[in-house]
């Protein structure tokens, strides 16, 4: 059995809108782009197999009984979307309510990222102006530089109270 070409162009344009939507800042476009995706995928699921009787043993010969696992994992699937937007919807609207609106903001490790992205560097370079794990960031993304020696010396009081502890 061939898929129809209506519903592989549907399926198509489910999965590029979905991904579309999963790639903005917006939680509730995310929301949307997790809908548009589980839908894309149950229809893929149900386009393939070919039709036939009922798989109910006693009414239909087995060699034209239709497959029932792809209608099985379009229910599963269908649980499995309806308890991500679920977790989506309590996410937006938390983030809303805290926030007032419901963007995901940039963290520090995405602007440090960005940073070494615009140098062309990599994050496995081993440039002296990188910062180390122990290495603290400023609000700017950038590595402070008090931070090693701070970081240190908590270190060398830490080492000195428990040597007279003991």
Same mark, same amino acid.
């Given at each position: 059995?061939?898929?129809? $070409? !209506?519903?592989?162009?549907?399926?198509?344009? *489910?999965?590029?809108? @979905?991904?579309? %939507? #999963? =790639?903005?800042?917006? $939680? !509730?476009?995310?929301?949307?782009?997790?809908? *548009?995706?589980?839908? @894309?995928?149950? %229809? #893929? =699921?149900?386009?393939?197999?070919?039709?036939?009787?009922?798989?109910?043993?006693?009414?239909?010969?087995?060699?034209?009984?239709?497959?029932?696992?792809?209608?099985?994992?379009?229910?599963?699937?269908?649980?499995?979307?309806?308890?991500?937007?679920?977790?989506?919807?309590?996410?937006?609207?938390?983030?809303?309510?805290?926030?007032?609106?419901?963007?995901?903001?940039?963290?520090?490790?995405?602007?440090?990222?960005?940073?070494?992205?615009?140098?062309?560097?990599?994050?496995?370079?081993?440039?002296?102006?990188?910062?180390?794990?122990?290495?603290?960031?400023?609000?700017?993304?950038?590595?402070?530089?008090?931070?090693?020696?701070?970081?240190?010396?908590?270190?060398?009081?830490?080492?000195?109270?428990?040597?007279?502890?003991?």
């Amino acid at each position: 059995m061939t898929p129809n $070409l !209506t519903y592989i162009v549907v399926v198509g344009v *489910l999965f590029a809108a @979905g991904v579309t %939507l #999963l =790639l903005e800042r917006s $939680l !509730t476009r995310v929301l949307m782009g997790v809908i *548009l995706l589980g839908n @894309g995928a149950n %229809l #893929l =699921l149900l386009t393939g197999g070919r039709a036939g009787g009922p798989p109910i043993v006693g009414t239909t010969d087995a060699g034209e009984m239709s497959d029932p696992l792809p209608q099985a994992m379009v229910l599963t699937a269908i649980v499995i979307t309806l308890g991500m937007t679920a977790f989506l919807l309590a996410l937006s609207y938390r983030s809303w309510h805290l926030n007032g609106h419901d963007e995901v903001q940039d963290d520090v490790e995405d602007r440090r990222i960005m940073d070494l992205a615009d140098r062309d560097e990599g994050p496995g370079t081993d440039d002296a102006d990188q910062p180390d794990s122990d290495d603290q960031l400023d609000p700017d993304g950038r590595p402070d530089p008090d931070s090693r020696r701070s970081s240190a010396a908590s270190v060398a009081a830490a080492a000195g109270e428990r040597g007279r502890d003991a």
